[in-house]
């Protein structure tokens, strides 16, 4: 099994620790192989696939065998793609921390989230935007999409999560848990979810 410093060491430069943790905000410390991850998955999907291995292999003057050490420490199930939560098993951490340091390192919302009603920590506002992401490159149907995002939101932060996806004017009227409300619109559509306490 490859040595992973040996594997670091030809791979990516130490980053700069993330800034220091708000107060309602885990504490993430730095993670150099975290940072190298962050680094060659560009489009923010948690999985890296063999071009863009090749890709930060010719931006970064790396040799060719950059791509097979990364694949045979991290390819699990030799797929030609390396997951997030195969790169977490490889290293023991959890794929919250790791979605957590992700935003630590990125900044907060991106740019073509546009927030509609907000109180709820910008952390988890991440969070959420990176949920519906996933479930939106995963499935076409609105339906499938907000189960998607409920299940994962239910296991990171406990039940119960409503969310309603909507295209076009709207009325709503709802209670939430205090600062556990998040209204966005992506691209073209508008995301309403909320936390309402378990019976």
């Known amino acids: 099994?490859?040595?992973?410093?040996?594997?670091?060491?030809?791979?990516?430069?130490?980053?700069?620790?993330?800034?220091?943790?708000?107060?309602?905000?885990?504490?993430?410390?730095?993670?150099?192989?975290?940072d190298a991850f962050i680094a060659i998955d560009e489009d923010?999907?948690?999985?890296?696939?063999v071009e863009e291995l090749r890709n930060y292999m010719k931006k970064n003057n790396f040799q060719e065998s950059f791509i097979k050490k990364w694949l045979k420490m991290f390819?699990?199930?030799?797929?030609?793609?390396?997951?997030?939560?195969?790169?977490?098993?490889v290293l023991g951490l959890q794929m919250k921390n790791a979605r957590m340091y992700r935003r630590k390192v990125q900044g907060g919302l991106p740019a073509e989230v546009t927030v509609i009603s907000s109180s709820m920590a910008e952390w988890m506002q991440v969070i959420i935007v990176e949920s519906v992401r996933r479930a939106s490159g995963r499935f076409r149907d609105?339906?499938?999409?907000?189960?998607?995002?409920?299940?994962?939101?239910?296991?990171?932060?406990?039940?119960?999560?409503?969310?309603?996806?909507?295209?076009?004017?709207?009325?709503?009227?709802?209670s939430h848990e205090p600062e556990m409300s998040f209204f966005f619109k992506l691209g073209n559509r508008v995301y309403l979810i909320w936390k309402t306490p378990p019976p």
């Open 142 to 174: 609105e339906r499938d999409i907000s189960n998607d995002i409920k299940q994962h939101l239910d296991a990171e932060f406990g039940k119960l999560w409503q969310v309603v996806i909507v295209m076009g004017q709207y009325f709503a009227s709802y």
């Open 44 to 49: 923010g999907s948690e999985t890296i696939t």
């Open 75 to 89: 390819d699990l199930n030799s797929d030609g793609v390396i997951s997030l939560d195969e790169f977490c098993e």
């Open 1 to 34: 099994k490859p040595d992973l410093a040996s594997v670091y060491r030809h791979t990516h430069h130490l980053r700069s620790p993330p800034p220091t943790a708000k107060p309602d905000e885990p504490v993430i410390e730095a993670n150099p192989f975290l």
